[in-house]
């Protein structure tokens, strides 16, 4: 059997710890160059891929000023993706709500953004993928806006067409098992139309005893924090709501006064909620064992393979896992951009095509039962008692008042 040639080079942006990239390069895709700041994140693109440029200065919003197509041994147009998922912190829904932070393009984190559109501007590239959650593309302090108008410079100035489709997706109904929202924009240099791949496990979703039941583990994290002891006495896909009024459980807490994720536990059938970059000592999801997840429980349910590996002090791994883009959705979104550029050898895209994704893991027949659930210790008797719900929408805490700012 012939080897299979690559079907594209790609500039990688934002890189974090690669999920955007091992995904593409399940898809047939070359990574050429990662911009990346952060330390921790190089760390592990180095350990697993040493053959990958990744520039010390990994900042985008100044690389424009020295990074070229030649220094790619490109000329401008030759690139075939750029790729990448900017600081979606600006965007998030947790931006609207924290007093030190700020939102949309008026968060000086944003910027980068610039420096994205500036190097499309010099590697004209053939395509453009940006992943990031949903806020960056729609919403009142959005960066669409910024976006589309950028493109249509870059459009007039080179007689380019990129035209942007986006749409937001759930990485579960593509076969990852996480629920994470995320908004999804392709563009194409040449004005090709862009078909976003339809789901393809929506009501049968791949779950969380599915990523994780063949995972040996050699160390399990233990909880911590005050509240951590009640997880045994909380259901499988449940969090602190059983434990209130409303719920099945003691009344130690109000309705809804809590974030969704406080003491938020896995359910074998179903696939997990968001994974967090910074999880707090309550902040879920746990494993079914009422325990924290480990690194490596978190990389499958993120559906990196279990060859990427990760490296330093264990909160730093958390984060840059809890901030990857999933890889199998990745994957299919190269597959789709490959087959719609119609990029490399025609039989190797056909062959690409009819593959089942590398990193799709499939459902288990049979699930073991959920695990029993427990009295609550007496150390949290002393809470039981009547609670205020929250007031209802719109009554609780209000956003944070923004200051106009020049952006």
Avoid at 70 to 85: F, N, R, S, T, Y
Avoid at 202 to 209: A, Q
Avoid at 334 to 359: H, K, Y
């Amino acid at each position: 059997m012939r080897a299979r040639r690559p079907f594209g080079r790609v500039l990688s942006l934002f890189t974090g710890a690669g999920g955007l990239d091992v995904g593409l390069e399940r898809a047939g895709l070359v990574t050429v160059a990662c911009l990346e700041t952060d330390g921790a994140a190089q760390a592990v693109l180095r350990a697993n891929r040493p053959s990958w440029w990744i520039p010390a200065d990994g900042d985008v919003t100044g690389a424009p000023s020295w990074l070229k197509p030649v220094d790619l041994g490109l000329k401008p147009g030759e690139l075939d993706l750029i790729a990448g998922g900017p600081p979606c912190q600006p965007f998030s829904k947790a931006a609207q709500w924290k007093s030190s932070a700020r939102a949309g393009m008026r968060d000086p984190r944003a910027q980068s953004i610039h420096g994205m559109f500036d190097l499309i501007d010099d590697f004209l590239p053939k395509a453009l993928l940006i992943e990031n959650v949903s806020g960056f593309l729609q919403g009142k302090d959005s960066a669409l806006g910024v976006v589309m108008e950028r493109l249509d410079g870059i459009n007039r100035d080179h007689g380019t067409n990129y035209d942007l489709s986006w749409t937001i997706v759930d990485s579960a109904d593509y076969g990852v098992p996480q629920h994470r929202q995320r908004a999804i924009a392709i563009a194409y240099r040449d004005g090709q139309e862009v078909a976003l791949p339809a789901p393809t496990h929506i009501g049968r979703p791949v779950r969380s005893w599915d990523a994780l039941w063949d995972l040996k583990e050699v160390v399990k994290p233990a909880p911590s924090g005050y509240w951590s002891g009640l997880l045994p006495s909380i259901p499988e896909g449940k969090n602190y709501l059983h434990h209130t009024a409303r719920g099945d459980g003691a009344e130690l807490f109000g309705w809804r006064t809590r974030y969704w994720s406080f003491l938020l536990k896995l359910a074998k059938d179903r696939p997990s909620w968001t994974l967090p970059a910074s999880p707090g000592p309550s902040t879920g999801p746990f494993h079914w064992e009422n325990r924290p997840l480990s690194v490596r429980e978190q990389a499958r349910l993120q559906s990196f393979p279990d060859s990427w590996k990760f490296s330093g002090v264990e909160r730093a791994q958390r984060k840059v896992v809890g901030n990857a883009t999933p890889p199998l959705l990745a994957e299919v979104l190269g597959r789709a951009i490959i087959s719609q550029l119609g990029v490399g050898d025609a039989d190797d895209r056909e062959a690409l095509v009819a593959r089942r994704p590398t990193l799709l893991r499939a459902r288990r027949r049979a699930l073991p039962c959920e695990e029993p659930v427990l009295a609550i210790p007496d150390i949290y008797r002393e809470h039981i008692g009547a609670k205020d719900a929250h007031p209802g929408h719109g009554r609780g805490p209000s956003p944070r008042v923004i200051t106009e700012e020049v952006a």
